[in-house]
Nanobody, 125 residues
Framework: QVQIVESGGGLVQAGASLRLSCAAS????????MGWFRQAPGKEREFVAA????????NYADSVKGRFTISRDDAKNTVYLQMNSLKPEDAAVYYC??????????????????WGQGTQVTVSS
């Protein structure tokens, strides 16, 4: 099992940018698809972005497409979520999770196996 720690959250003004990092342990990190999800109070966890094990496929929720970019650096065992043009509705706890080995980057929550503790993103209007 891969161990995951998110970081980079904080309070920003609407329109600003933020980059989240997801550090994962284990030499098998590069075999796994990875995803970012978020959860606001009173709402279910929702898909944000995912990247295939190879990095060749990226998948985004419609709400963030064109504003967010997911990437991975296998040499550093790290996945990033670059968030630009942040909106108040982006405020949530953001979670990083590992999918299946050789996964293509699913948007389905139940296809992710290991989750980090989350990092809070707050966006002021």
């Amino acid at each position: 099992q891969v161990q995951i720690v998110e970081s980079g959250g904080g309070l920003v003004q609407a329109g600003a940018s933020l980059r989240l990092s997801c550090a994962a342990s284990g030499r098998t990190f590069r075999r796994y698809s990875m995803g970012w999800f978020r959860q606001a109070p009173g709402k279910e966890r929702e898909f944000v972005a995912a990247i295939s094990w190879s990095g060749g496929n990226r998948n985004y929720a419609d709400s963030v497409k064109g504003r967010f970019t997911i990437s991975r650096d296998d040499a550093k065992n790290t996945v990033y979520l670059q968030m630009n043009s942040l909106k108040p509705e982006d405020a949530a706890v953001y979670y990083c999770a590992s999918g299946f080995p050789y996964g293509m980057g699913s948007s389905l929550t139940n296809e992710y196996q290991q989750w980090g503790q989350g990092t809070q993103v707050t966006v002021s209007s």
